[in-house]
């Protein structure tokens, strides 16, 4: 399996996200991003998670609530790469999914842009 160490792999992330256009990042709303290496032991491998209540549910109720969280799991990520740029993509790929799903896009329209 490729090896990109922890830190350089949050990086990577920093970079996919800054790589969002503004105009879309700015409507990113009440929302954390962190990276682990994997999901619990037990639960479906995943190549991220988005944890919360998505733009277009969200109520006059939501007012206070717990920031979204978006989660990238890097040793997953990892073993499905060959390369340090396809690290980067799928990092990139990854990061828009998850976005996606806090606008309320579901994934088989995500499969259908390409980012499934």
Not at 2 to 14: G, I, K, T
Not at 37 to 62: A, C, I, K, N, S
Not at 63 to 68: K, L, N, R, S
Request: aromatic share 8%; proline share 6%.
């Amino acid at each position: 399996m490729l090896q990109v160490p922890f830190e350089e792999f949050e990086d990577l992330v920093a970079e996919a996200l800054d790589e969002i256009p503004d105009e879309l990042a700015r409507l990113v709303d009440n929302v954390v991003f962190v990276v682990e290496d994997d999901v619990e032991p037990g639960d479906e491998p995943l190549l991220g998670l988005y944890q919360g209540v998505p733009l277009t549910e969200r109520g006059h109720y939501y007012a206070g609530a717990m920031p979204d969280r978006i989660t990238v799991y890097r040793l997953p990520i990892l073993a499905i790469c060959d390369t340090i740029d396809d690290v980067i993509d799928e990092v990139h790929i990854t990061v828009v999914h998850e976005i996606a799903h806090h606008f309320g896009i579901d994934d088989d329209r995500l499969h259908d842009l390409g980012y499934g």
